[in-house]
């Protein structure tokens, strides 16, 4: 397990993963899933332990109803998983429920301009 060296190291681990244009979206994405909870987010196949999910829900709840601030939620969800192989685990669920919600094979950090109703 690749232990945690900070929010560079994370930064750097999301730029690679989504585009820059994208991961505010992904983000906001997540932050609106994350507020139903950690059994409704495990149900959609993102587990994540409930003492994250909790510790997490007050910033959601920002970043859903201030409609920005998505990019940092991600990287508060990485440093709060506590490593990168987490982290991976938790994006790549993430893509696979924006896949099956939003069909058409768009995959959200590829550069597509893709969102919530859009598939």
Known sequence: MTAWAGDAQLAAFLAS???AAN???IGRIS???WM???TALAAQGICV???VQ???APAAMQTVLGRAGGAQFLLAVGARLGSLEAFARFLTALEAWYRREHGSGVH???G???GPGSG
């Open 31 to 33: 932050a609106s899933l």
């Open 112 to 114: 597509a301009e893709a």
């Open 54 to 56: 909790g510790a997490l």
């Open 17 to 19: 993963r989504f585009p």
């Open 49 to 51: 332990p409930e003492t």
């Open 36 to 38: 139903a909870g950690s």
């Open 108 to 110: 959200p950090g590829r």
């Open 23 to 25: 991961a505010e979206q």
